[in-house]
């Protein structure tokens, strides 16, 4: 037989079969979890969902009702022996004949079954139950009396009704003469009798049944049932709450008043025989719970979402309890619309957590006192600040070092009407004091005006700003030396400048001297010729009138072009401090010209790469001077060298809004160590130079033009770039004519 028949069987005996497991924390096992029950199973016992469960969770108090059972399920599943046994189970209100196998260790299978006599017992046992159910709720009294007529028992209304209790009715008879006056107040009341016989197969009258009624009670209470009912029916149809009658049994709605109707947009026939689910959103299993609760009166007051015809969800507070309607024992609701209230509740809650959030996150003490100085409530930094743990008791005089006890309640009732910001100093409760900031002022809490504080401890920034203060004096007195110190060593550089400026002036001067004997040796020895030839001429006789003449206009001639020469090299060094356009392949054709005859004499080739023209804007004499260091520069680097001839390049292009202007030699280039300090003062690159031509070269350049002056190294040689701006159309001598156009 495969599992799948083993399964089918399991599903459909008609016996109950329940596989369990025990539960062994420690000797004695003390429960059991259900792993599998068939249908017969819930049938017979009453109990579903039970899978997963255990057996303290599904039956609560049966292992303290039952412990015997437990053992021998326990002792099945150690054993593995089987145990059959009958039991009636208080817990279930079952007789069941029970057998217990073990299919695994730890493990039992319990088999219920509901013999003929269990059945039989308990069918009595119920039928007994719901006899004394009836007649104790019943209103009329029960007298059970045996064949020969003796009052066998009866129910509690008889009791009271006849006037005597049942030790006192018990043996009497219906013909006793004193039935009718029996009542201990000794009064005569008129009672209506019924007796009904209990007979056996045979016809044979077994005992009386007897039914007892007060006449006037009853008569009074019919009238009074229906004048209730009246004023019920009345009260439900005219009142102005929403009212609704509900069968708990069913959750239908068995009635609702007009104003039900109004509230839930539905008509009142709609709403008549709608279930309570349709209005009300809870889960089935929770609205269930919640109608038993108010059936057994164990609670009668709600909270529900409910949803209105349109849609809407409304929060209702139902107030309902059991009533008898008609014979039928009903839940009558009361319902009122709170969802307003629920939402004042809501946002009063969301703010009360916004106000204590605001509260503990503070690092500032936040307190509230009454008029009087009372603290009413501290967030937790205040308390932490004055070392209390709690609010009670305390008054501004407990925690304020400053305010004198007796002016307490007016300064007090000032901040509550003028609020203000003030520094005073707090007391810790071990007796300490620190400086404190406080921010006071009035606030109104259920029609009483109160005052809210926050108070920060501002002893370190007291101490800070002390510290500051100290550090601001010595700051300003520092400033002052060192304004003193400073004006001491602009002076001092004023002064250096100068310096530089006069040996700069006169090494410009001892090369100039120099440029102008190289311009002037030529035409020297020229002249000298010519006075050795008159000189000759006179001691030979050969001294006329037409070779004086002509000595006289070479003599002339070259004296002229000495002149010039002092000329050329006064123009184009003579101060001129105004900012104009000029032409740089000018002033770079000038220098050439100055200088190429001491080129010439040291062997040095000077060539010009321009292939078009660049005007710059600043002074022009400026750039020359600094044209004429570079090429000296250059020229001395060549000549230390010892070689016997070299060349210097310069180049002029534009770039980016400059005029770029290279000046390259093939000197061996500048040594590493002096590269990065070249344009310092006093920094040479070669024996005997001053150091102050390239650091006056690289001033006049970034503040006479804004530009700039790099120097690198190349193959063979250095080369040193001059960048300045050009000039912008419309700057000062731009137009043509200006005299600074390039030499043809």
């Known amino acids: 037989m495969d599992e799948r028949h083993l399964r089918f069987l399991f599903d459909h005996l008609s016996t109950g079969l329940a596989h369990c497991q025990v539960i062994v924390d420690g000797p004695p096992p003390h429960d059991f979890v259900y792993l599998d029950v068939n249908a017969s199973f819930e049938a017979l016992t009453g109990l579903h969902d039970v899978v997963g469960k255990r057996a303290s969770e599904v039956i609560p108090g049966i292992l303290e009702t039952e412990p015997e059972l437990l053992g021998i399920y326990a002792e099945v599943a150690s054993t593995g022996r089987p145990r059959r046994f009958n039991r009636y189970l208080g817990a279930l209100g079952k ?64 009791e009271r009704i006849l006037g005597l209790s049942r030790a006192q009715l018990e043996g009497r008879t219906s013909l006793d003469p004193r039935w009718r006056a029996l009542r201990a107040d000794g009064l005569a009341r008129k009672v209506s009798l019924t007796v009904q ?35 019920f029916r009345n009260l439900f149809e005219s009142h102005s ?23 839930y947009g539905y008509a ?9 689910g349709s209005l009300n959103m809870l889960p089935r299993d929770e609205l269930r719970r919640a109608m038993t609760n108010a059936a057994d009166t164990a609670q009668n007051t709600f909270v529900f979402p409910h949803r209105l015809a349109d849609g809407q969800i409304r929060t209702v507070e139902i107030r309902s309890s059991p009533a008898t309607i008609d014979g039928r024992t009903l839940l009558f609701s009361i319902v009122h619309d709170v969802t307003e209230r629920e939402r004042a ?85 071990d007796g300490s004091v620190f400086d404190v900031e406080v921010h006071a002022g009035p606030v109104e809490l259920d029609g009483r005006r109160y005052l809210l504080a926050a108070s920060r401890d501002v002893s370190a920034r007291r101490a800070f700003e002390e510290a500051l203060a100290t550090q601001q004096a010595q700051l300003e007195h520092l400033n002052r030396s060192l304004e003193e110190r400073i004006a001491h060593d602009v002076e001092e550089i004023r002064e ?47 001294l006329d009138a037409p070779a004086v003449e002509a000595a006289y206009t070479d003599g002339t001639r070259l004296v002229k072009k000495m002149s010039s020469t002092i000329n050329d090299f006064r123009d184009f060094l003579q101060p001129d401090k105004e900012n104009r356009a000029f032409s740089a392949l000018a002033k770079i054709g000038e220098a050439v010209t100055l200088l190429d005859a001491s080129f010439r004499d040291a062997g040095i080739a000077l ?38 001839s070299g060349r210097v390049t310069l180049r002029l292009v534009e770039q980016d809004g400059f005029g770029c202007l290279t000046v390259r030699d093939d ?64 700057a000062p001598g731009s137009q043509a004519g200006d005299g600074s156009t390039p030499p043809a």
């Open 197 to 231: 016989p209990v007979v056996d197969a045979n016809g044979a009258a077994l005992f009386h049944f007897g039914l007892v009624e007060d006449v006037p009670d009853r008569r009074r209470a019919h009238e009074a049932l229906r004048a209730s009912e009246a004023r």
């Open 345 to 429: 509740i809501a946002a009063i809650t969301r703010e009360r957590q916004r106000y204590r959030s605001l509260m503990d996150i503070s690092q500032d003490g936040i307190h509230l006192l009454d008029d009087q100085g009372h603290l009413i409530e501290a967030n937790r930094a205040f308390l932490r600040m004055i070392g209390q743990a709690r609010v009670d008791g305390l008054r501004v005089s407990d925690w304020d070092a400053q305010i004198p006890p007796g002016e307490l309640v007016s300064r007090v009732e000032a901040l509550i009407d003028r609020p203000g910001l003030f520094q005073t100093r707090h007391r810790r409760s």
């Open 268 to 276: 009142q026939d709609a709403l008549r025989g709608m279930p309570i």
């Open 667 to 730: 000197g061996g280039g500048i040594a590493d160590a002096v590269l990065g300090r070249l344009f310092e003062a006093y920094v040479t690159t070669r024996e005997g130079g001053t150091g102050i031509g390239l650091y006056m070269s690289r001033k006049i350049v970034e503040r006479s033009f804004g530009g700039s002056l790099e120097a690198r190294n190349v193959e063979g040689g250095a080369e040193l770039t001059v960048r300045v701006p050009v000039a912008e159309a419309g």
């Open 95 to 158: 007789q069941l004949s029970v057998s217990a196998v073990c299919p695994e260790a730890g493990q039992f299978i319990a088999i219920f079954e509901v013999t003929a006599d269990a059945q039989l017992a308990d069918a009595l046992r119920e039928s007994r139950e719901r006899r004394r159910s009836v007649e104790r709720s019943m209103t009329e009294g029960v007298v059970i009396q045996a064949a020969g007529g003796g009052i066998l028992s009866c129910n509690q209304a008889a």
């Open 607 to 644: 060539e010009v790469d321009a292939p078009a023209d660049v005007r710059l804007f600043g002074v022009a004499n400026e750039y020359s001077h600094v044209l004429m260091n570079l090429l000296s520069n250059a020229k001395q680097a060549i000549q230390s060298t010892r070689r016997a």
């Open 496 to 542: 250096k400048d100068r310096l530089l400026v006069a040996q700069h002036r006169q090494a410009a001067i001892g090369e100039l001297i120099g440029y102008i004997a190289h311009q002037w040796r030529q035409p020297l020895n020229a002249l000298g010729l010519v006075l050795s030839n008159l000189r000759d001429a006179s001691r030979f006789g050969e």
């Open 241 to 263: 709450a929403v009212m609704l009658l509900i069968d708990p049994a069913d959750g239908l709605i068995v009635d609702a008043n007009p104003a039900a109707a109004r509230f």
